[in-house]
C-alpha cells in the first residue's frame, strides 16, 4: 500500500502499456543549495571589499580621482544622453522582462523579483543611514566622498536584486541588456558625482546578496526530472521498463530507482540531479582547505564531471574483477539531470549486519576486494558500511564508486586501508580487524599504512566513532606492531592547517592589523633617530640580563647541576625558537629537551619546567597585585580602570566561572592542567630543602620581571615620556600576560597593542608610547634572534638540544 506522501505517475508509451512510477511526491519549490553558498560568498566578498577599502584608502581615493576625471571629459550630451537612457533603462528592462514572463505564466519569478527589489531598497536604505550616523568615519568619507550622496544606491541596489532573484544572468539576451543599463546609470552618476567607486563596489554586492538571499528563502522552481523522464531516458538506452519504484537514496543525496525491466529483470538507476552538486559543498571545501595536496578532493564538480568520474570507476573496478554492480549504461535527463543504470544484484549493507555476523570469512572477503582494487591501483576513498554490501550467499560488493580514484598514488591506497582498518575496529575490534587483513594484504602492507591511523584520515561517521573510543587507533597501531615488531613508522602529515594554525593566522592577521593601525602614527626613521641612545643602552643591558636571569631561575628548580654559561644559551635559543611557536609553548619545550640532553630524566624535566611555569604564574601575579596596589597608592588618576576595562574584567570573570560551571569544560581545563603541573609539587619539595636552589628560584623570578619593566621604563625614558617605575610594571605585568596567552609566535601583535594602550592609560603620549614599545619589543624580541640563532645552532652541534 502506498503512503500518502506517494504518487503514481503514468507514462504511456507507443506499443506498450502504461508504467507506473511509484515515489514521493516531488515539491514544486526547492531550497537549492547553490544559491546559499552564492548568498555567504557574496557576504564575504562584502565584507572583503570593506576590509580592503579601508586597508588601501590611497589607493581607492586615488581610483576614485581617475574615475571622476574620466567621465567628467564626457561631452555633456553624452553625460545627458546616458543619464536618461540609463535612468529609464534600469526601469525599463525588468519590466520589460516581468511582462514577457508573465506571458510565458511564469508570475512566481517576477513575484520573487519584487520580493528582492523590495528587500534591497529597504537594506540599502537602512545599511546606508546606519553608516552616515555611526559608521566608522574613513568607510563613510570613502562611499560618499564627502558631499551628499548615497552610501548605497537606492535605486542600482534594487535593479541588482531583482535581476539576481530572476535568474535573469540564464538569458543572455536580457543579461546584456540588463548590463547595457547598469553601465550606462553608472556613467551618468559618475560625471553627476553622485557615486563613488567603492559606493558602486558595495551596492552591486549588496544586491547580490539579496537576490540570492531571497532565492534560498522563498526557494526556486523545482526542475529535477520527475519518474517519467528518467523512464523515457531509461527507453533511448534501449531498455524496456515496466515498473519502477524509487527507493532510499544514496549517501550523496543522489535519488535511486528500482526499474522492472521485461523478463522480470530488474535495474538499480542513480540520477544525478545538478542542484544536488554543491550539497554538502563548505564541508568538501573544509576538508580541501585542510588536507595535503595528495588526499584532496574536488569539492565542486559540474554534472558531466561526476556523471563521468562515476562511470570511469565503475569501468575500471569491473575490468580489475572487483565485485560491484555492473554498469551497464549512462545517459542526460534533460539538462538538470543524469543517470547511470546498474545491473540489480540484491544485497544490503554491512552496517545492517549485527556484529556478531562478521566472521572471519566475511571479513577476509571484504579484504579480498579492496586487494583486487588496489592490485589495479584504484582507490576507493569511502569504504564504509553504507559503501560495503553482501548478497544472500554473503559475497561481498563494493558500491558507491563515485569518490574513487583510478591511477591513484601509494598514499590513497594507504589511506583505504586505514579507513577500513578503523571502520571494522569499530565493529569487530582491533585485533580481528587487523589479523583479517594481514592474512589477506600481508604485514608489510599494514605497516605502511599504520602511519595514516590518524582521525583526520577518517571519514566522517567512522572518524566520530573514533573520537568516542580513543583506545580504538592505538589499539589498532598495537596489533600492527605485534604482527611486525621492527617495522619503522615515518609519520605522514595529512593536514596542511591544524585548528590551532588557523587560530594563530587569524589572529596574528587581526595582531598585524592593529599592530600597523599603531605604526601608522608613528614615523620609523624618526623614531630611530630620535631616541635617547642612553637609555637605549640601558634598555639593551636590561634586555641582555633577562636571558641570564632566566638561566638563573631555570636552574632554581632543577637539582641536578647545570652550567650558567650554557643555560644562558639555551635561553637565547628560546628567543629564536618564539619567532615559530607561541611565547607560552617555545621556551617550555626548548627547555624541556635541554634538560633531557643534560642528562634529566625525561619525566623529571617535564616537570621541573613545570614548575617554573607554575611558580612564575605565582610571582606574576603577586608583582600585578603588588604594583597595581603601589600604584593606587601614589593616587595615579591615569591608571584609573575605564568603563570598558571594566566590562571586560567582568567578562573574564564571567568567562571562568561559566568554564566552571559548565561539567566538559571544567573536566578539560582540569585535564590539562593536570597534565601540566603533574609531578610539580613533589620537585618544588626538591627544591624547598636545598636553601641555595630556592634562592635562585625566587631570586631568578624576581630578577626576570624586573628586567623586563627597567627595559620598558628605559624605552618610555628615551622618547621624553613620563611615568611611573610601579605603573610601567603593571603595564608590562598585564602586557605579559596577554601575550602569553596569545597564539601567535612571541606574542607578536598582541603584546605591542597591549603595552601600547597600556602605556597610554598610564598617561604616556600616544606617539611616545608606540615608539617606546617599539623599541622594547626591538631590544627583547627581535635583537636576540641573531644571537639566539647562532645558540640554537651551537647548542644542537653539540649535541645539548
Not at 570593506?50 to 576614485?64: D, F, K, S, Y
Not at 569491473?318 to 543524469?338: D, F, H, I, K, N
Not at 580481528?432 to 605497516?447: D, F, P, Y
Request: hydrophobic share 50%; charged share 15%; glycine share 8%.
Amino acid at each position: 500500500m502506498r503512503g500518502i506522501k506517494e504518487q503514481d505517475i503514468t507514462l504511456d508509451t507507443p506499443g506498450q502499456g502504461a508504467v507506473l512510477v511509484v515515489e514521493p511526491l516531488l515539491p514544486q519549490r526547492i531550497r537549492r543549495p547553490s544559491d546559499a553558498l552564492r548568498f555567504l560568498l557574496t557576504l564575504l566578498g562584502l565584507a572583503a571589499v570593506i576590509l580592503m577599502a579601508l586597508a588601501l584608502q590611497r589607493t581607492l581615493n586615488g581610483l576614485e580621482t581617475d574615475v571622476q576625471a574620466g567621465t567628467g571629459r564626457a561631452p555633456e550630451v553624452l553625460s545627458a544622453a546616458a543619464g536618461l537612457l540609463g535612468g529609464v533603462a534600469v526601469l525599463i528592462v525588468p519590466v520589460a522582462f516581468a511582462v514577457e514572463r508573465v506571458f510565458h505564466r511564469d508570475g512566481m519569478r517576477v513575484t520573487q523579483g519584487l520580493i528582492a527589489a523590495i528587500l534591497a531598497l529597504l537594506v540599502s536604505y537602512v545599511l546606508g543611514e546606519s553608516l552616515i550616523h555611526s559608521g566608522p568615519a574613513d568607510l563613510v568619507q570613502l562611499l560618499t566622498g564627502g558631499r551628499e550622496v548615497e552610501p548605497l544606491n537606492t535605486v542600482l541596489t534594487p535593479a541588482i536584486a531583482y535581476a539576481t532573484a530572476v535568474r535573469m544572468g540564464r538569458r543572455p539576451h536580457w543579461r546584456a541588456l540588463m548590463w547595457v543599463a547598469l553601465a550606462l546609470d553608472v556613467f551618468a552618476l559618475f560625471t553627476a558625482t553622485k557615486v563613488t567607486a567603492l559606493g558602486v563596489i558595495m551596492t552591486y554586492v549588496v544586491g547580490l546578496a539579496v537576490g540570492f538571499g531571497t532565492l534560498y528563502g522563498i526557494g526556486s522552481a523545482n526542475t529535477r526530472p520527475p519518474g517519467s523522464a528518467v523512464l523515457a531516458a531509461l527507453r533511448r538506452l534501449g531498455f524496456a521498463p515496466v515498473s519502477a519504484r524509487r527507493v532510499e537514496d544514496d549517501s550523496s543525496g543522489s535519488r535511486r530507482y528500482l526499474v522492472g525491466l521485461v523478463g522480470d529483470q530488474r535495474i538499480d538507476v542513480t540520477v544525478l540531479d545538478r542542484d544536488r552538486q554543491v550539497a554538502g559543498v563548505l564541508y568538501r571545501l573544509w576538508r580541501r582547505f585542510l588536507l595535503n595536496n595528495e588526499t584532496r578532493r574536488r569539492a565542486i564538480r559540474s554534472l558531466r564531471a561526476e556523471l563521468e568520474r562515476e562511470a570511469l570507476m565503475a569501468y575500471a573496478a569491473q575490468a580489475a574483477g572487483v565485485r560491484l554492480p555492473r554498469l551497464l549504461g549512462t545517459s542526460e535527463v534533460g539538462t538538470e539531470a543524469a543517470l547511470l543504470a546498474y545491473e540489480h544484484v540484491d544485497t544490503r549493507p554491512v552496517s545492517d549486519l549485527q556484529d556478531e555476523d562478521f566472521d572471519d570469512e566475511l571479513l577476509e572477503r571484504m579484504w579480498e576486494q579492496v586487494r583486487l582494487l588496489h592490485a589495479h591501483r584504484l582507490a576507493h576513498r569511502h569504504l564504509t558500511g553504507e559503501s560495503i554490501h553482501v548478497d544472500t550467499q554473503r559475497n561481498v560488493y563494493l558500491v558507491d564508486a563515485r569518490s574513487g580514484e583510478i591511477a591513484a598514488g601509494d598514499l590513497l591506497l594507504r589511506l583505504d586501508i586505514a579507513q577500513l582498518l578503523a571502520y571494522l575496529g569499530t565493529r569487530v575490534g582491533a585485533e580481528r580487524s587487523v589479523g583479517a587483513a594481514a592474512k589477506v594484504l600481508g604485514e608489510n602492507t599494514l605497516a605502511g599504512a599504520m602511519p595514516l591511523l590518524q582521525r583526520i584520515a577518517l571519514s566522517r561517521d567512522t572518524r566520530t566513532a573514533a573520537r568516542r573510543d580513543r583506545k580504538l587507533l592505538p589499539a589498532i597501531r598495537e596489533q600492527i606492531v605485534a604482527l611486525k615488531p621492527q617495522v619503522e613508522v615515518e609519520e605522514v602529515r595529512l593536514e596542511r592547517f591544524r585548528p590551532r594554525t588557523l587560530v594563530t593566522i587569524i589572529v596574528s592577521a587581526l595582531g598585524a592589523y592593529l599592530l600597523l593601525t599603531q605604526l601608522s602614527r608613528v614615523n620609523l626613521i624618526t623614531v630611530l633617530t630620535t631616541a635617547n641612545w642612553a637609555w637605549s643602552g640601558v634598555a639593551l643591558v636590561a634586555s641582555a640580563l633577562s636571558y641570564v636571569a632566566a638561566a638563573i631561575l631555570l636552574r632554581g628548580f632543577v637539582p641536578e647541576p647545570l652550567p650558567l654559561g650554557r643555560t644562558v644559551l639555551a635561553q637565547l635559543a628560546a628567543s629564536f625558537v618564539k619567532l615559530v611557536a607561541p611565547a607560552a609553548v617555545g621556551g617550555v619545550a626548548l627547555n624541556t629537551r635541554y634538560l633531557q640532553k643534560r642528562g634529566v630524566p625525561p619525566a623529571a624535566a617535564v616537570t621541573s619546567v613545570g614548575a617554573s611555569q607554575l611558580i612564575g604564574l605565582a610571582m606574576h601575579i603577586m608583582l600585578l597585585l603588588l604594583f597595581g596596589y603601589l600604584t593606587g597608592t601614589q593616587a595615579a588618576p591615569s591608571l584609573t580602570p575605564s568603563r570598558g576595562l571594566l566590562v571586560v574584567l567582568l567578562g573574564v570573570a564571567v568567562l571562568f566561572l561559566i568554564v566552571l560551571a559548565v561539567g566538559p569544560l571544567r573536566r578539560l581545563l582540569t585535564t590539562r592542567l593536570r597534565a601540566m603541573f603533574s609531578g610539580v609539587i613533589p620537585r618544588l619539595l626538591d627544591v624547598v630543602q636545598s636553601p641555595k636552589k630556592m634562592v635562585e628560584a625566587v631570586g631568578g623570578t624576581l630578577l626576570l620581571t624586573l628586567s623586563f619593566v627597567i627595559c620598558l621604563q628605559a624605552c618610555v625614558q628615551a622618547f621624553g615620556g613620563e611615568a611611573s617605575f610601579t605603573a610601567v610594571a603593571v603595564v608590562f605585568l598585564a602586557g605579559n600576560a596577554i601575550g602569553s596567552a596569545a597564539p601567535t609566535p612571541g606574542g607578536l601583535g598582541a603584546v605591542e597593542y597591549a603595552l601600547s594602550l597600556g602605556l597610554q592609560v598610564a598617561g604616556v603620549p600616544g606617539p611616545i608610547a608606540t615608539s617606546a614599545v617599539l623599541l622594547f619589543r626591538l631590544m627583547t624580541f627581535w635583537l636576540p634572534v641573531l644571537p639566539g640563532w647562532a645558540s640554537f645552532a651551537y647548542l644542537q652541534r653539540q649535541n645539548a638540544l
